[in-house]
């Protein structure tokens, strides 16, 4: 079916939801168009209901669930015990998709904006409308840039649809793509992956040593694994020994053997400092880094000659000498089985990939790569290509970036990857420095507005752009912005793309519809059908007009035959069903299984048992994958790489070494601002939700004890924070577990969207406070480099 190408349990008994009423005072609709109102009890009876397999949205892990649907209305979710990634487990979060099926605040219908941009003044209009507004805009902005596709943004959040979103963007030829990497993961897989070729997981499960620094595994991200590893170390099984490295006492540290307290943004410092005390005592696995090291003798004579001694280290990271002897030599008398975790949240500082570079390769110089116990690679099942049709257009111009003067890079990273720097971009677009025009941006499940540093300055880019297109399912701050609102349906009403997940016991899993979309919401596939059905043909016109090639190329065939490879339609015509089951169609029965049961993988009804009541087998240990490279890396030369000599070139360090500009500084009556998350949310994208928002209101301020009482603070009290670049207020919470000069509250609170009915203004948005720091090498957003001020409101 190929198209053409051209180039786990939260609840043990049921749950009583109630969503009734209606939509709060809106602008978004008139009184007579709000007819659309949630009027539904999902209490769980006892008559015969239908079953439908699929897969959570509401974070990152994708646990696998089943939903229970009642006279067309689904009144539980309980998890599936067949997926090894979630192991029979669905958290608060996974439970409350229920509320964000039957939020009253959703996005309901197509909406055009009638007021200024931010207002959130919209008249509800037919999709077709909505097409039609799109495709006239479009038209002129391409005819005005003579076929510059890249005149135009696109931008998506992380999800299983982000590849049907991408494919539109492929077919449409522009060169700007933005998604959540610079303000997520792109600083922990790039420097993973230079240095040891793969972003790796960590078997938790095995290890017998853990360094955890910097994550907050017992209370930021409640996945199966997270549990499994929180029982592991409560009950001190395998002798397993938590060393946790963190500014806070966090939960995660309440359930350490350690917690070293060190200062933000200095662990680059602590590592050297380990690897300083790994190669002068010569700890290392020396069979292992003989074999599979590159640059070693560069390095070792770096860390030496550097004296990067835990002395050293005590001064900046506030963390005694004796203590990073001590664990340096009990992280290498336990390898291969000892871990210092990779992390998987935002950059921390601007020395941050050169930070999970450090950890990479002291890692690996306990020969803790690929096998059981340490880093693993895992193995993962190959799915058929759903081929696109990727058009060449001659006047579409390269990525809008800005070359720096010394041309060893680019203007504010040195490097600008698959993802982009979203806060590079952004400015360069404000500055007017960028090499052309880009006038529009379509953003697919994206929220700019909250997900990114200096809100003031996203607002100032969305004003200025000339077309805004928001697919969502939510009125986040961002679709205030949009001049074209499209509904997404939620996942619990659409199929996505199946997908692989790898491990140490890998698996396909897929996301089936359970019921159909309610009020005009669409699945993005859908949307993506109609609209480029819409503009399809009119931009190939403007093709026509400014493509010499194109011209050419008519003049020797035909209109039609060239159009065939510029047909954005083209990729939308097979339905996700029929898609997802080419996908797999090299696995025998792995439609019908993944239809029926949600999740396949080779073998699943040989090796699939139950041990207990919640304990589930899902590979015989024979048959787990801990090593897939026989403990080698899968860089292209199968080392280690510690010295990468053609970094020289772009402006970049070839080993991670310590920079005068790294040291930990704080001014006087100031203090250093951290975020971070919590498990029962995530990021923006649940902070409407009813049932979260039962456990966990509102977001507070960590605030040192002994700094409140010296300041009269108390519990409770509104506290304004500000920074050079705004302001935000919320609670504080007077505690001994934070420094004195530490600030710290959870991210995704203080949305500015009078839509949301349950998460405007509520608590403190900390992105508007977040100065607008990269590090350097990605341009990757630097979090936990802001200094703040406070004030009693």
Not at 181 to 189: E, G, N
Not at 712 to 739: C, H, M, Q
């Amino acid at each position: 079916m190929n198209t053409e190408v051209s180039r786990r349990k939260f609840l043990q008994g049921s749950i009583a939801l109630s969503v009734i009423g209606g939509m709060a005072s809106t602008n978004l609709f008139s009184n007579e168009e709000k007819k659309g109102e949630i009027k539904i009890t999902t209490k769980t009876s006892t008559t015969q209901a239908q079953t439908v397999p699929t897969l959570c949205e509401m974070c990152v892990n994708k646990c696998a669930l089943i939903a229970r649907v009642e006279n067309n209305i689904i009144t539980k979710l309980d998890p599936n015990p067949l997926f090894p990634k979630s192991r029979n487990m669905l958290c608060a979060r996974g439970n409350a998709g229920i509320q964000a099926l039957y939020d009253p605040d959703r996005l309901k219908y197509p909406m055009i904006r009638v007021g200024e941009k931010g207002e959130g003044k919209f008249k509800r209009v037919t999709w077709d409308e909505a097409f039609e507004y799109i495709k006239e805009k479009t038209v002129k902005i391409l005819d005005e840039e003579q076929d510059n596709r890249s005149s135009f943004m696109f931008c998506a959040g992380e999800g299983m649809a982000e590849h049907t979103f991408k494919t539109f963007y492929d077919g449409f030829g522009s060169s700007n793509w933005l998604n959540h990497s610079s303000i997520c993961l792109q600083t922990v897989a790039s420097a993973y992956g230079v240095t040891l070729g793969t972003y790796p997981q960590a078997d938790l499960e095995n290890a017998q040593y853990i360094i955890m620094a910097g994550a907050n595994r017992a209370e930021a991200f409640v996945t199966p694994d997270t549990m499994d590893f929180v029982k592991k170390v409560k009950a001190k099984k395998n002798s397993a020994k938590l060393i946790c490295v963190d500014p806070r006492f966090t939960n995660t540290a309440a359930k350490s053997d350690k917690w070293l307290a060190i200062k933000p943004g200095t662990d680059l410092a602590f590592v050297l400092a380990l690897t300083y005390v790994t190669l002068k005592e010569e700890l290392y696995n020396k069979t292992y880094v003989a074999e599979n090291f590159n640059g070693f003798e560069e390095y070792n004579a770096m860390i030496l000659k550097e004296n990067y001694t835990p002395e050293w280290a005590e001064k900046i990271t506030g963390i005694k000498a004796k203590e990073i002897y001590e664990i340096a030599r009990e992280f290498m008398a336990n390898a291969p089985k000892a871990i210092y975790y990779p992390g998987r949240r935002s950059t921390f500082a601007k020395n941050d990939f050169q930070l999970r570079r450090a950890m990479a390769i002291f890692q690996a110089l306990g020969g803790g790569i690929d096998c059981k116990g340490g880093l693993v690679f895992g193995k993962q099942f190959k799915l058929k290509n759903h081929e696109e049709i990727i058009p060449m257009y001659d006047n579409a111009k390269s990525r809008a970036v800005v070359m720096n003067n010394q041309h060893i890079g680019y203007d504010s990273c040195a490097i600008v990857s698959g993802g982009g720097s979203w806060i590079s971009w952004r400015n360069n677009f404000l500055e007017g420095t960028q090499p052309y025009k880009v006038r529009g941006m379509f953003c697919y499940k994206h929220n700019p507005m909250m997900n990114m540093p200096n809100t003031v300055k996203t607002a100032q880019m969305l004003k200025k752009m000339e077309l805004v297109v928001c697919i969502d399912t939510m009125p986040s701050d961002t679709v205030m912005y949009a001049d074209v609102v499209l509904p997404e349906c939620t996942y619990l009403e659409r199929t996505d793309p199946v997908k692989t997940f790898g491990g140490v016991e890998p698996a396909i899993a897929q996301r089936n519809k359970v019921i159909n979309p309610m009020y005009e919401s669409k699945p993005v596939i859908e949307i993506m059908r109609a609209l480029t059905n819409k503009i399809s043909k009119p931009l190939f016109e403007i093709t026509k007009k400014y493509d010499e090639e194109v011209q050419s190329e008519i003049a020797s065939s035909s209109e039609e035959e060239v159009y065939e490879e510029f047909d954005l339609a083209k990729p939308f015509m097979f339905s996700q069903e029929q898609i997802n089951e080419h996908s797999v169609s090299d696995y025998p029965d792995a439609a019908e299984k993944l239809k029926t049961q949600g999740v396949y993988y080779p073998k699943m009804d040989e090796y699939f048992k139950q041990l207990s009541e919640n304990e589930f087998e899902y590979y015989p240990e024979a048959a787990k994958s801990y090593s897939v490279n026989g403990g080698k890396p899968v860089t292209p030369s199968k080392k280690v790489e510690c010295n990468i000599e053609s970094f020289t070139k772009k402006g970049i360090d070839p080993m991670p070494m310590w920079r005068d500009e790294y040291m930990y500084s704080i001014p006087k009556n100031q203090f250093r601002l951290m975020t971070g998350r919590h498990a029962q949310y995530t990021q923006t994208g649940t902070a409407n939700n009813a049932m979260l928002k039962d456990l966990m209101y509102q977001n507070y301020l960590w605030i040192n004890k002994h700094v409140a009482t010296e300041k009269n603070i108390a519990f409770g009290d509104i506290i304004e924070v500000s920074s050079k670049i705004g302001k935000t207020s919320l609670r504080a919470y007077p505690t001994e577990k934070i420094a004195p000069d530490n600030l710290f509250f959870i991210h995704g609170f203080g949305q500015e969207s009078s839509e949301l009915s349950w998460a405007y203004k509520n608590g403190g948005n900390d992105n508007a406070i977040i100065e607008d720091f990269m590090e350097p090498v990605y341009g990757a957003a630097a979090m936990h480099e802001t200094n703040v001020e406070i004030r009693k409101v």
